[in-house]
């Protein structure tokens, strides 16, 4: 089939690099002139594990193509796809401005028989309502518009595309559905599940599988709070409970609050929804609190730990993107921790394998390094707050030599507590009985007000 993407952000060109290796013929449309220069000049805007060689492998073979010429490329799909954003407005509701506006857009160019699919994540009744905006536009004339939301993480795009753990469909009537079965053909012949439903439907599965998963992530953190009260071990009850069947095993990582460009503004919308309608979400508006509460709580814990800073400390922070595996800095706990720290006085070195471009350009005044060892050279701390695998084969003998001070904060439980019994290191994790240096257990012990209970 020929299909025009609209938006050509992480959803936008992963759907296209995977729709053209399985056969399509993609173009790929973008508002943002700079952003298609560069794409065309094979330069990738995100750092996505696997995308640019299949962009450029499938670029090569003319199946994917990248333009701002919205008319053209829209006049000659049999399917139009919308993947722009769809951003937080007021009181956590979906602000669908950009929708709106791309479907108005599309609606005069679109050829007869061409389909609309909804790919962005949007609220139910959102394809319904675009289709009779659509069909106004064009002066009555009816459109198909389906829904497909996308359920690929940053990080695993790409594999998460091509090996979905189910493929959604929505349609409210057979001839879109006939269209969208076509699209998806040669994944389903790979063996992945397809679920066919209204777009309504559809619509609600995003939602709630956004909500559900953040949930998980929030339950695990309150648990980790829970082991440091008590003195248990958050990496015993997490294996504990995930292998059961019922539970499952993903999702229950404790951490700083997730974080992203999906959860925290889908969670929000979901709830708002709930509100509008009289159907009150009230797991996902109390997660949507503990939520944010818990990245201030850390960043503001650690930094009552160390005290306020004398003329000149530096603290490290490792990593800055929202997780591994992507260079995306929305929703990072860096924009919360950072500024606490230089509010504490201190200077803020900063680390990550893929993100300093960005997030120099939203933490400028951090001092960024090119690996970890000097970000943490002469710090008083250093803090671990994306989980890259860089970061766990990290030499710890190397790390701590080159640091002044003598903590590491590990917001992602990357390492096992007993592998800093060797250095003379405060070590403290997530949920977990704090690895306490020689100098600082002897205190302890001697009664000299340290807790060795004492948590971040
Ligand atoms: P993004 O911000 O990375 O990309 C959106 C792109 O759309 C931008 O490049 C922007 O310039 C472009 N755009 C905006 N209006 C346009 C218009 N009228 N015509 C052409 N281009 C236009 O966004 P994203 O992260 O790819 O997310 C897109 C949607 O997919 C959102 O609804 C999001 O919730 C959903 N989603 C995202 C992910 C993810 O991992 N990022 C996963 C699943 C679903
Ligand atoms: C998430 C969903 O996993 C995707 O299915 C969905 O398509 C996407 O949102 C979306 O709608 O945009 P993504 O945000 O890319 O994907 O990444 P995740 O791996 O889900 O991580 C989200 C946040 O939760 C990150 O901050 C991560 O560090 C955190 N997390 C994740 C934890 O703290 N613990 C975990 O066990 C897992």
Redesign the pocket.
């Known amino acids: 089939m020929k299909l025009s993407i609209?938006?050509?952000?992480?959803?936008?060109l992963t759907c296209g690099a995977c729709l053209a290796e399985i056969g399509h013929t993609v173009l790929c449309?973008?508002?943002?002139d700079d952003?298609i220069a560069r794409l065309n000049e094979n330069d990738l805007p995100?750092y996505e594990n696997g995308l640019a060689e299949l962009l450029a492998r499938n670029r090569r073979a003319n199946r994917v193509a990248y333009t701002a010429n919205?008319p053209s490329a829209v006049r000659t799909s049999d399917a139009v796809i919308l993947?722009?954003?769809?951003p937080s407005g007021p009181d956590g509701h979906v602000d669908l401005s950009?929708i709106e506006?791309?479907a108005r857009?599309i609606a005069p160019h679109l050829s007869p028989d061409a389909v609309v699919i909804v790919?962005?994540?949007?609220v139910a009744g959102t394809a319904r309502r675009l289709r009779e905006l659509i069909s106004r536009e064009r002066g009555g004339r009816a459109v198909e518009v389906a829904s497909n939301?996308?359920?690929?993480?940053?990080g695993s795009?790409v594999a998460d595309f091509m090996d979905a753990d189910r493929i959604v469909i929505g349609a409210d009537d057979e001839r879109t559905l006939a269209k969208m079965r076509r699209l998806y053909q040669p994944l389903r012949r790979r063996g992945v599940p397809v679920i066919e439903t209204t777009t309504i439907n559809a619509e609600l599965i995003k939602y709630a599988a956004n909500a559900f998963l953040a949930m998980k992530i929030g339950f695990i953190n309150d648990v980790a709070d829970l082991c440091e009260a008590v003195r248990g071990d958050v990496s015993a009850v997490s294996k504990g409970i995930g292998l059961d069947s019922r539970i499952g095993p993903t999702f229950l990582k404790p951490g700083p609050g997730y974080g992203?460009?999906?959860f925290p503004?889908?969670t929000l919308a979901f709830a708002a929804l709930g509100r509008e309608v009289n159907a009150p979400q009230r797991l996902v508006e109390t997660l949507t609190v503990q939520n944010e509460l818990r990245k201030k709580k850390l960043a503001k814990r650690a930094v009552d730990r160390l005290g306020a800073a004398q003329y000149g400390d530096r603290v490290a922070v490792l990593g800055a993107a929202f997780k591994a595996g992507t260079d995306d800095m929305r929703g990072s706990v860096a924009l919360t921790l950072v500024p606490l720290l230089m509010d504490a006085g201190y200077r803020v070195s900063i680390y990550d394998p893929q993100a300093n471009r960005n997030a120099a350009e939203l933490l400028p005044d951090g001092d960024f390094h090119d690996c970890p060892y000097a970000a943490c050279k002469g710090v008083e701390a250093a803090f671990v707050i994306t989980d890259w695998d860089a970061f766990r084969s990290l030499d710890i003998g190397r790390l701590v030599s080159v640091m002044r001070g003598r903590t590491i904060f590990d917001f992602r439980n990357l390492y096992e507590p007993s592998a800093f019994k060797r250095h003379d290191v405060d070590y403290i994790s997530i949920g977990r009985a704090p690895a306490l240096g020689q100098r600082r257990k002897a205190a302890a012990e001697a009664g000299s007000g340290i807790s060795v209970s004492e948590h971040v």
């Not at 993947?83 to 769809?86: D, Q, S, Y």
């Open positions: 609209i938006g050509a952000g992480y959803v936008g449309v973008d508002t943002d952003r995100i919205m993947a722009v954003g769809t950009m506006a791309a857009d790919k962005s994540t949007v939301p996308e359920f690929l993480r940053e795009a992203g460009s999906c503004k889908d």
